[in-house]
């Protein structure tokens, strides 16, 4: 494995200005998501890249999914290349979208200003950096390795960001990552070069309500309000709850520590009337809430059931009522995902690790993620459990002002990436397929 390493770290070194240029070029494209903005633009990019070395190139919009309109329709692209005789099928996926820029940038969000070995712009390392290096990884290995067994595939995928409904679960949906036809997925999100990221926790999204009765605010009494009974449920949460979720820690290697525990955010609450509309500055009328809301973001572990979640959270809820005045509510379920992680042994994992070990000289550090990626579809619809998220910048830079990605990163992880595809195709030291 030792002399294709090398071959190929040279080989990307010699594509370092490509590599820079394909990267800038991404990020000018500013696919904003919401709404969805550029996606044909971004694939039509990459599809002209890609046909003229041979790749198959498919666009595929996901019709009727979420956000999906005329206006703003969710395009994917699918590339895939033959090699010269049957084997397995290694595939990178990576989302063209990103979100929105938000305040206190002092470069060109989608300008793609290199600067210090730092190419900056929003998605830069979420993940565009982690796409263009997936890319040049490819098409390093296909200039030293022409005669590879198998198949290379490369996607790019739309809404990643807002769950990937419209990308990789619709993608799934249609087959496109059934195990007879994909073998090996990585995903080069920004997990940091030097680690591979085996999978996510869990996710269980929920609404709360609490009723009440109106009435006069002059006159609580007469009235009920939905407001304090929250205020209630609150109070177990604080009382009850949060210090039990902190106790409960994972065997996952959850990254950072914080999310070795059970989790819970308290996404939005709301109760009463609504805020004053922007067009309308006089008082609001004196009435006693109804109704209030809670929105919230229970991320699980591998060690809990999704039942035992929810159960969970009922109790508390329960407890507020026989502590206090009781009151009617309504629980209901948003979303979920459950947790997913890749074995160890998983043929994508070792080639990885092997890959990372020639270039690095140290094994990698597995990790998990504390948030969910695509690659839960790719585990529950596709049934494909050999995937994990590997690529170049670093996970805490991703959503904020002045995002960046290290042009010696991406090329550390396309020279990683490489190797490994050239161990998972079976090809050996000289450069041909064993
Ligand atoms: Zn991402």
Known sequence: MQDISEKLDQEVLARRDDLIALTQDLIRIPTLNPPGECYRDICEFLAARLKPQGFEVQLIRAHDTPGDSDRYPRWNLVARREGTRPGSCVHFNGHTDVVEVGQGWT?????????????????????????AAAIVAVEAFMAKCPDFAGSIEISATADEETGGYGGVAYLAEQGYFNPDRVQHVIIPEPLNKD????????????????????????????????????????REMEDVLYPALAARKTAMPVVPDGARSSTLNINSIHGGQDERPADFDGWPSAVVP?????I??????????LEEV????????????????????????????LPSMTDRDAPVVQALSG?????????????????????????????????????????????????????????DSAIVMATALAGLLGVTADGEAG
């Open 107 to 131: 470069t060109d969000p989608f300008g793609g200003e290199l600067k210090d070995g730092l190419i900056y712009g929003r998605g830069a390392c979420d993940m565009k950096g982690g796409i």
């Open 195 to 234: 680690r591979i990221c085996l999978g996510h926790r869990g996710v269980w999204w929920a609404e709360l309500e609490t009723y009440g009765r109106i009435a006069h605010g002059s006159m609580p009494f007469l009235g009920d309000c939905a407001v304090r009974h929250m205020g209630a449920v609150m």
């Open 290 to 294: 109804d109704s209030c809301r809670m």
């Open 296 to 305: 919230i973001d229970r991320r699980f572990l591998a060690e809990e059931s």
């Open 310 to 337: 929810r159960d969970e959270f009922r109790q508390v809820v329960d407890r507020a009522r026989e502590r206090g005045p009781d009151f009617k509510y309504r629980l209901s379920d948003m979303h979920d995902v």
């Open 355 to 411: 890959a990372m070990a020639a270039k690095f000289g140290k094994d990698p550090e597995f990790v998990v993620s504390p948030g969910t990626y695509d690659q839960k579809h790719i585990d529950r619809i596709g049934r494909l459990k050999n995937c994990v998220a590997y690529g170049p910048g670093i996970l805490d830079l991703a959503h904020q002002p002045d995002e960046y990605v290290g042009v010696n990163d991406m090329l």
